[in-house]
């Protein structure tokens, strides 16, 4: 078992910066892909970044990509998800997730934190 807690989220102006972290802790072996998902309200989740087990391999939704930047301190057990030039579409909840490989598929993460709030006002 994993457990994930993210931390970090508020409300922040459009334009404006804001960094997640999520920490993990139980069984942190098994993670060899970690990332982040949002989900606004009356919406599906919708995937957000990714990133490897060592770091060097990160991708990103169109919709984030040049803005958002994932980290991951592996000595931390501790991801992070640095989000510059916020939108108010960006506002919604954000749940760090945990899972045996690469993927931007809600079901391919079987651990999942319990979200942070993002709201960007415009």
């Known amino acids: 078992q994993v457990q994930l807690v993210e931390s970090g989220g508020g409300l922040v102006q459009a334009g404006g910066s804001l960094r997640l972290s999520c920490a993990a802790s139980?069984?942190?072996?098994?993670?060899?892909?970690m990332g982040w998902f949002r989900q606004a309200p009356g919406k599906e989740r919708e995937f957000v970044a990714g990133?490897?087990?060592?770091?060097?391999?990160?991708y990103y939704s169109d919709s984030v990509k040049g803005r958002f930047t994932i980290s991951r301190d592996n000595a931390k057990n501790t991801v992070y998800l640095q989000m510059n030039s916020l939108k108010a579409e960006d506002t919604a909840v954000y749940h760090c997730?945990?899972?045996?490989?690469?993927?931007?598929?809600?079901?391919?993460?079987?651990?999942w934190g319990q979200g942070a709030q993002v709201t960007v006002s415009s």
């Open positions: 997730a945990a899972g045996p490989r690469i993927s931007t598929r809600v079901g391919d993460f079987g651990s």
């Open positions: 139980g069984s942190i072996f098994s993670i060899n892909a």
């Open positions: 990133i490897g087990r060592i770091g060097t391999s990160t």
